[in-house]
């Protein structure tokens, strides 16, 4: 029998929305008192015993001050009482964790779990991911202490607070979550459309005939949905240099280069609508209406650049179907200062808080990690090159090729890794129902 | 040398005892950032026929032969396979392949081109994973881990530090894991299906 259909006041809200809040804070907690955290999270479910109501996809009217949502590492779920033959259906990447899989994203040297946060990367600690977004610091600080109020029920292991920038640029100066998938059921069917099961558990996946596997208990897992949430430093000034070296080889505008690297200006609009200047930003109706399909030689938009690599779209692909096969969808909110123009280099953190949803990590996330953003197998100019922005690309090994309609392709050599993994969690948001299910005996 | 087949059997003993008391590393695939290891790797697996014999084999023939274009397009839709041969041997059904990228990606790609077919020659394996494959994913994965050979290191420093010794660890190892493969060579490395067909002028993929 086919499982009930995802509907806005089961699901998660953040997995269809969002939230375009200015502030976002993360907690990865330890569950010490079974019992004690299975009771808050009751609370938290019907929003009672002054807990904040995990949120859900149903509309607001005023925007609500603090928005709350939460996932389940395996052994988080463990730590909740699920049992033995249960924990043992789920599937191995989700198990293993993201600290096991990380050679498989590409978390290799500085980027690999040693180098990590000591709370994320230890599944004896890393039970949940409590993940608030709030109009204000204050909102955000009494959400914490809704957590904290449990004493020594609960321990939380690290925290990640993400401030949006103005315009919702990310330290690297692009505007970001300009595309997101679409998806059938909630989102007109017009173009390309993911089918449910391609972000709910227990549906026809975008494989054709193909369903992710089921764990156990239904109850528990329907219409749930995977996230591998990542802390991504960024060396922005080693990214502006870059920029510049690039553009003194090459005789080329800084911008153009950047351009090229991203498969977007910086504000935005895309290389296919608008190849050769930035212009006005587009309106977001548009701005995200384009393909690769005409642009068969990548000579508009490079095949390795991050846009075209992480979302082939209509253009040519080596596995065929395959264009809309990875797709996740992405929250991600900055932390850190943003760096005003012509400021001196400083040692302050800065990057990306990353959410990435998807159905099956490995099919979706990983398989995006591995094959296209660190090997570019999708298309055969690229194999062996990685993505420039997000990819890992060793101490100067660095490698990205421009195709060129009528003179020879420009090909920028030596280019560090600028985003360094800090953190990287695996977790599994239930729908509200399997919330209640969880905490029934609470 | 009346007495080697005793010392052979003394070897095989204490091998076995050592394998016992200090269980071997058993090496899993091997990931890193050069292109040359991860394009053209290989999977070797290897499935215990339920009940081997002349007519399972032909009937994975007539199978085989059937549904060789859904194959054959399969495998040109997956797009990162550069060989792959089914073979067996000893009670085997054998899948060698040659493939671009993660296996786990591959298997799933795989099995969204052709699980179909793959589900019927499955119907001959004993102990087969849960069917059909395309509900199954992940536990096909799985299974694909437990039937794919290991794979010795290249490097064998992660084993051997005198290459005149015999050391425990390799002893151990091959012990636990008598079968294996043992090394591969490649003509042209770090080359994937893809740019090879495409130097080669030959359609390499959705256009």
């Known amino acids: ?442 | 040398m009346i007495f080697d087949p005793v010392i052979r059997g003394a070897k095989r003993v204490l091998i076995a005892f050592w394998a016992r008391r200090e269980p071997p590393h058993v090496p899993g695939r091997h990931y890193s950032p050069a292109v040359a290891d991860n394009v053209q790797r290989t999977m070797n697996l290897i499935m215990p026929l339920a009940h081997p014999g002349p007519e399972t084999t032909a009937q994975i023939v007539k199978l085989l032969r059937q549904r060789a274009d859904d194959l054959y397009s399969g495998l040109d839709n997956v797009g990162t396979v550069h060989f792959a041969r089914f073979l067996v041997i000893d009670g085997n059904l054998q899948m060698i392949s040659v493939f671009d990228g993660d296996i786990e990606t591959y298997i799933r790609d795989f099995i969204a081109s052709i699980g179909h077919v793959f589900d019927a020659a499955l119907a001959f394996v004993k102990d087969p994973p849960p069917l059909p494959t395309a509900e199954n994913p992940a536990r096909f994965v799985d299974w694909v881990h437990t039937h794919d050979l290991i794979q010795m290191p290249d490097d064998l420093t992660e084993l051997v530090d005198d290459l005149s010794l015999l050391p425990r660890s390799l002893l151990t190892l091959t012990h636990t894991e008598p079968d294996s493969q043992l090394g591969m060579y490649r003509a042209y490395a770090g080359y994937s299906a893809a740019q090879i067909r495409q130097a080669l002028g030959l359609d390499w993929g959705e256009q």
């Open chain 1, 1 to 442: 029998m086919s499982p009930a259909i995802p509907t806005r006041d089961d699901v998660q809200g953040w997995v269809l929305s969002g939230y375009n809040y200015p502030f976002s804070r993360h907690h990865v907690v330890a569950v010490h008192d079974r019992m004690a955290v299975r009771s808050l999270l009751r609370d938290a479910v019907t929003g009672t015993g002054g807990v904040t109501q995990i949120q859900s996809a149903l509309p607001w009217g005023e925007r609500p001050p603090l928005l709350a949502n939460v996932g389940f590492t395996h052994s988080g779920l463990a730590a909740l009482g699920v049992g033995r033959a249960d924990l043992d259906r789920f599937p191995t990447d989700f198990r293993m964790g993201a600290a096991r899989r990380a050679i498989r994203v590409g978390d290799f040297g500085d980027n690999a779990p040693n180098h990590w946060d000591v709370g994320t990367r230890d599944s004896s600690r890393a039970h949940l991911l409590w993940s608030m977004h709030g109009l204000t610091i204050d909102d955000l600080d009494r959400g914490t202490a809704e957590l904290a109020g449990l004493g020594s029920a609960l321990d939380i292991v690290a925290t990640y607070d993400g401030t949006a920038l103005p315009d919702n640029v990310v330290h690297f100066g692009y505007v970001d979550g300009l595309a997101q998938p679409r998806i059938a059921g909630f989102h007109e069917p017009a173009g390309d459309i993911s089918p449910l099961g391609a972000f709910f558990l227990g549906h026809p996946s975008q494989f054709e005939g193909v369903i992710f596997d089921m764990p156990s208990p239904t109850e528990l897992v329907t219409n749930a949905t995977f996230n591998a949430f990542r802390v991504l430093e960024q060396d922005v000034f080693a990214f502006e240099d870059f920029l510049d070296d690039a553009a003194d080889q090459t005789g080329r505008n800084r911008e153009w280069v950047a351009a090229k690297i991203c498969g977007r200006w910086r504000n935005g609009n895309s290389l296919v609508t608008h190849p050769d200047v930035a212009g006005e930003p587009d309106d977001p109706t548009v701005v995200d209406t384009f393909g690769f399909g005409d642009d068969p030689r990548g000579e508009v938009c490079p095949f390795a650049s991050h846009i075209r690599r992480v979302n082939p779209r209509d253009g040519e692909m080596v596995t065929r179907s395959a264009n809309n096969s990875r797709r996740v969808i992405r929250r991600g909110m900055p932390y850190g200062p943003l760096i005003e123009p012509g400021q001196p280099r400083d040692d302050v953190a800065r990057g990306l808080i990353g959410n990435f949803f998807c159905a099956s990590l490995t099919a979706q996330f990983e398989g995006l990690q591995h094959d296209w953003i660190n090997q570019g197998l999708h298309h055969p100019n690229i194999v062996g090159t990685n993505d420039p922005i997000s990819g890992f690309n060793g101490t100067g090994d660095g490698v990205f090729t421009i195709p060129m309609a009528d003179e020879p392709d420009i090909i920028l050599r030596g280019f560090d890794t600028f985003t360094r993994t800090r953190a990287s969690v695996y977790t599994i948001m239930p729908t509200l129902s399997a919330l209640r299910w969880l905490v029934r005996s609470a």
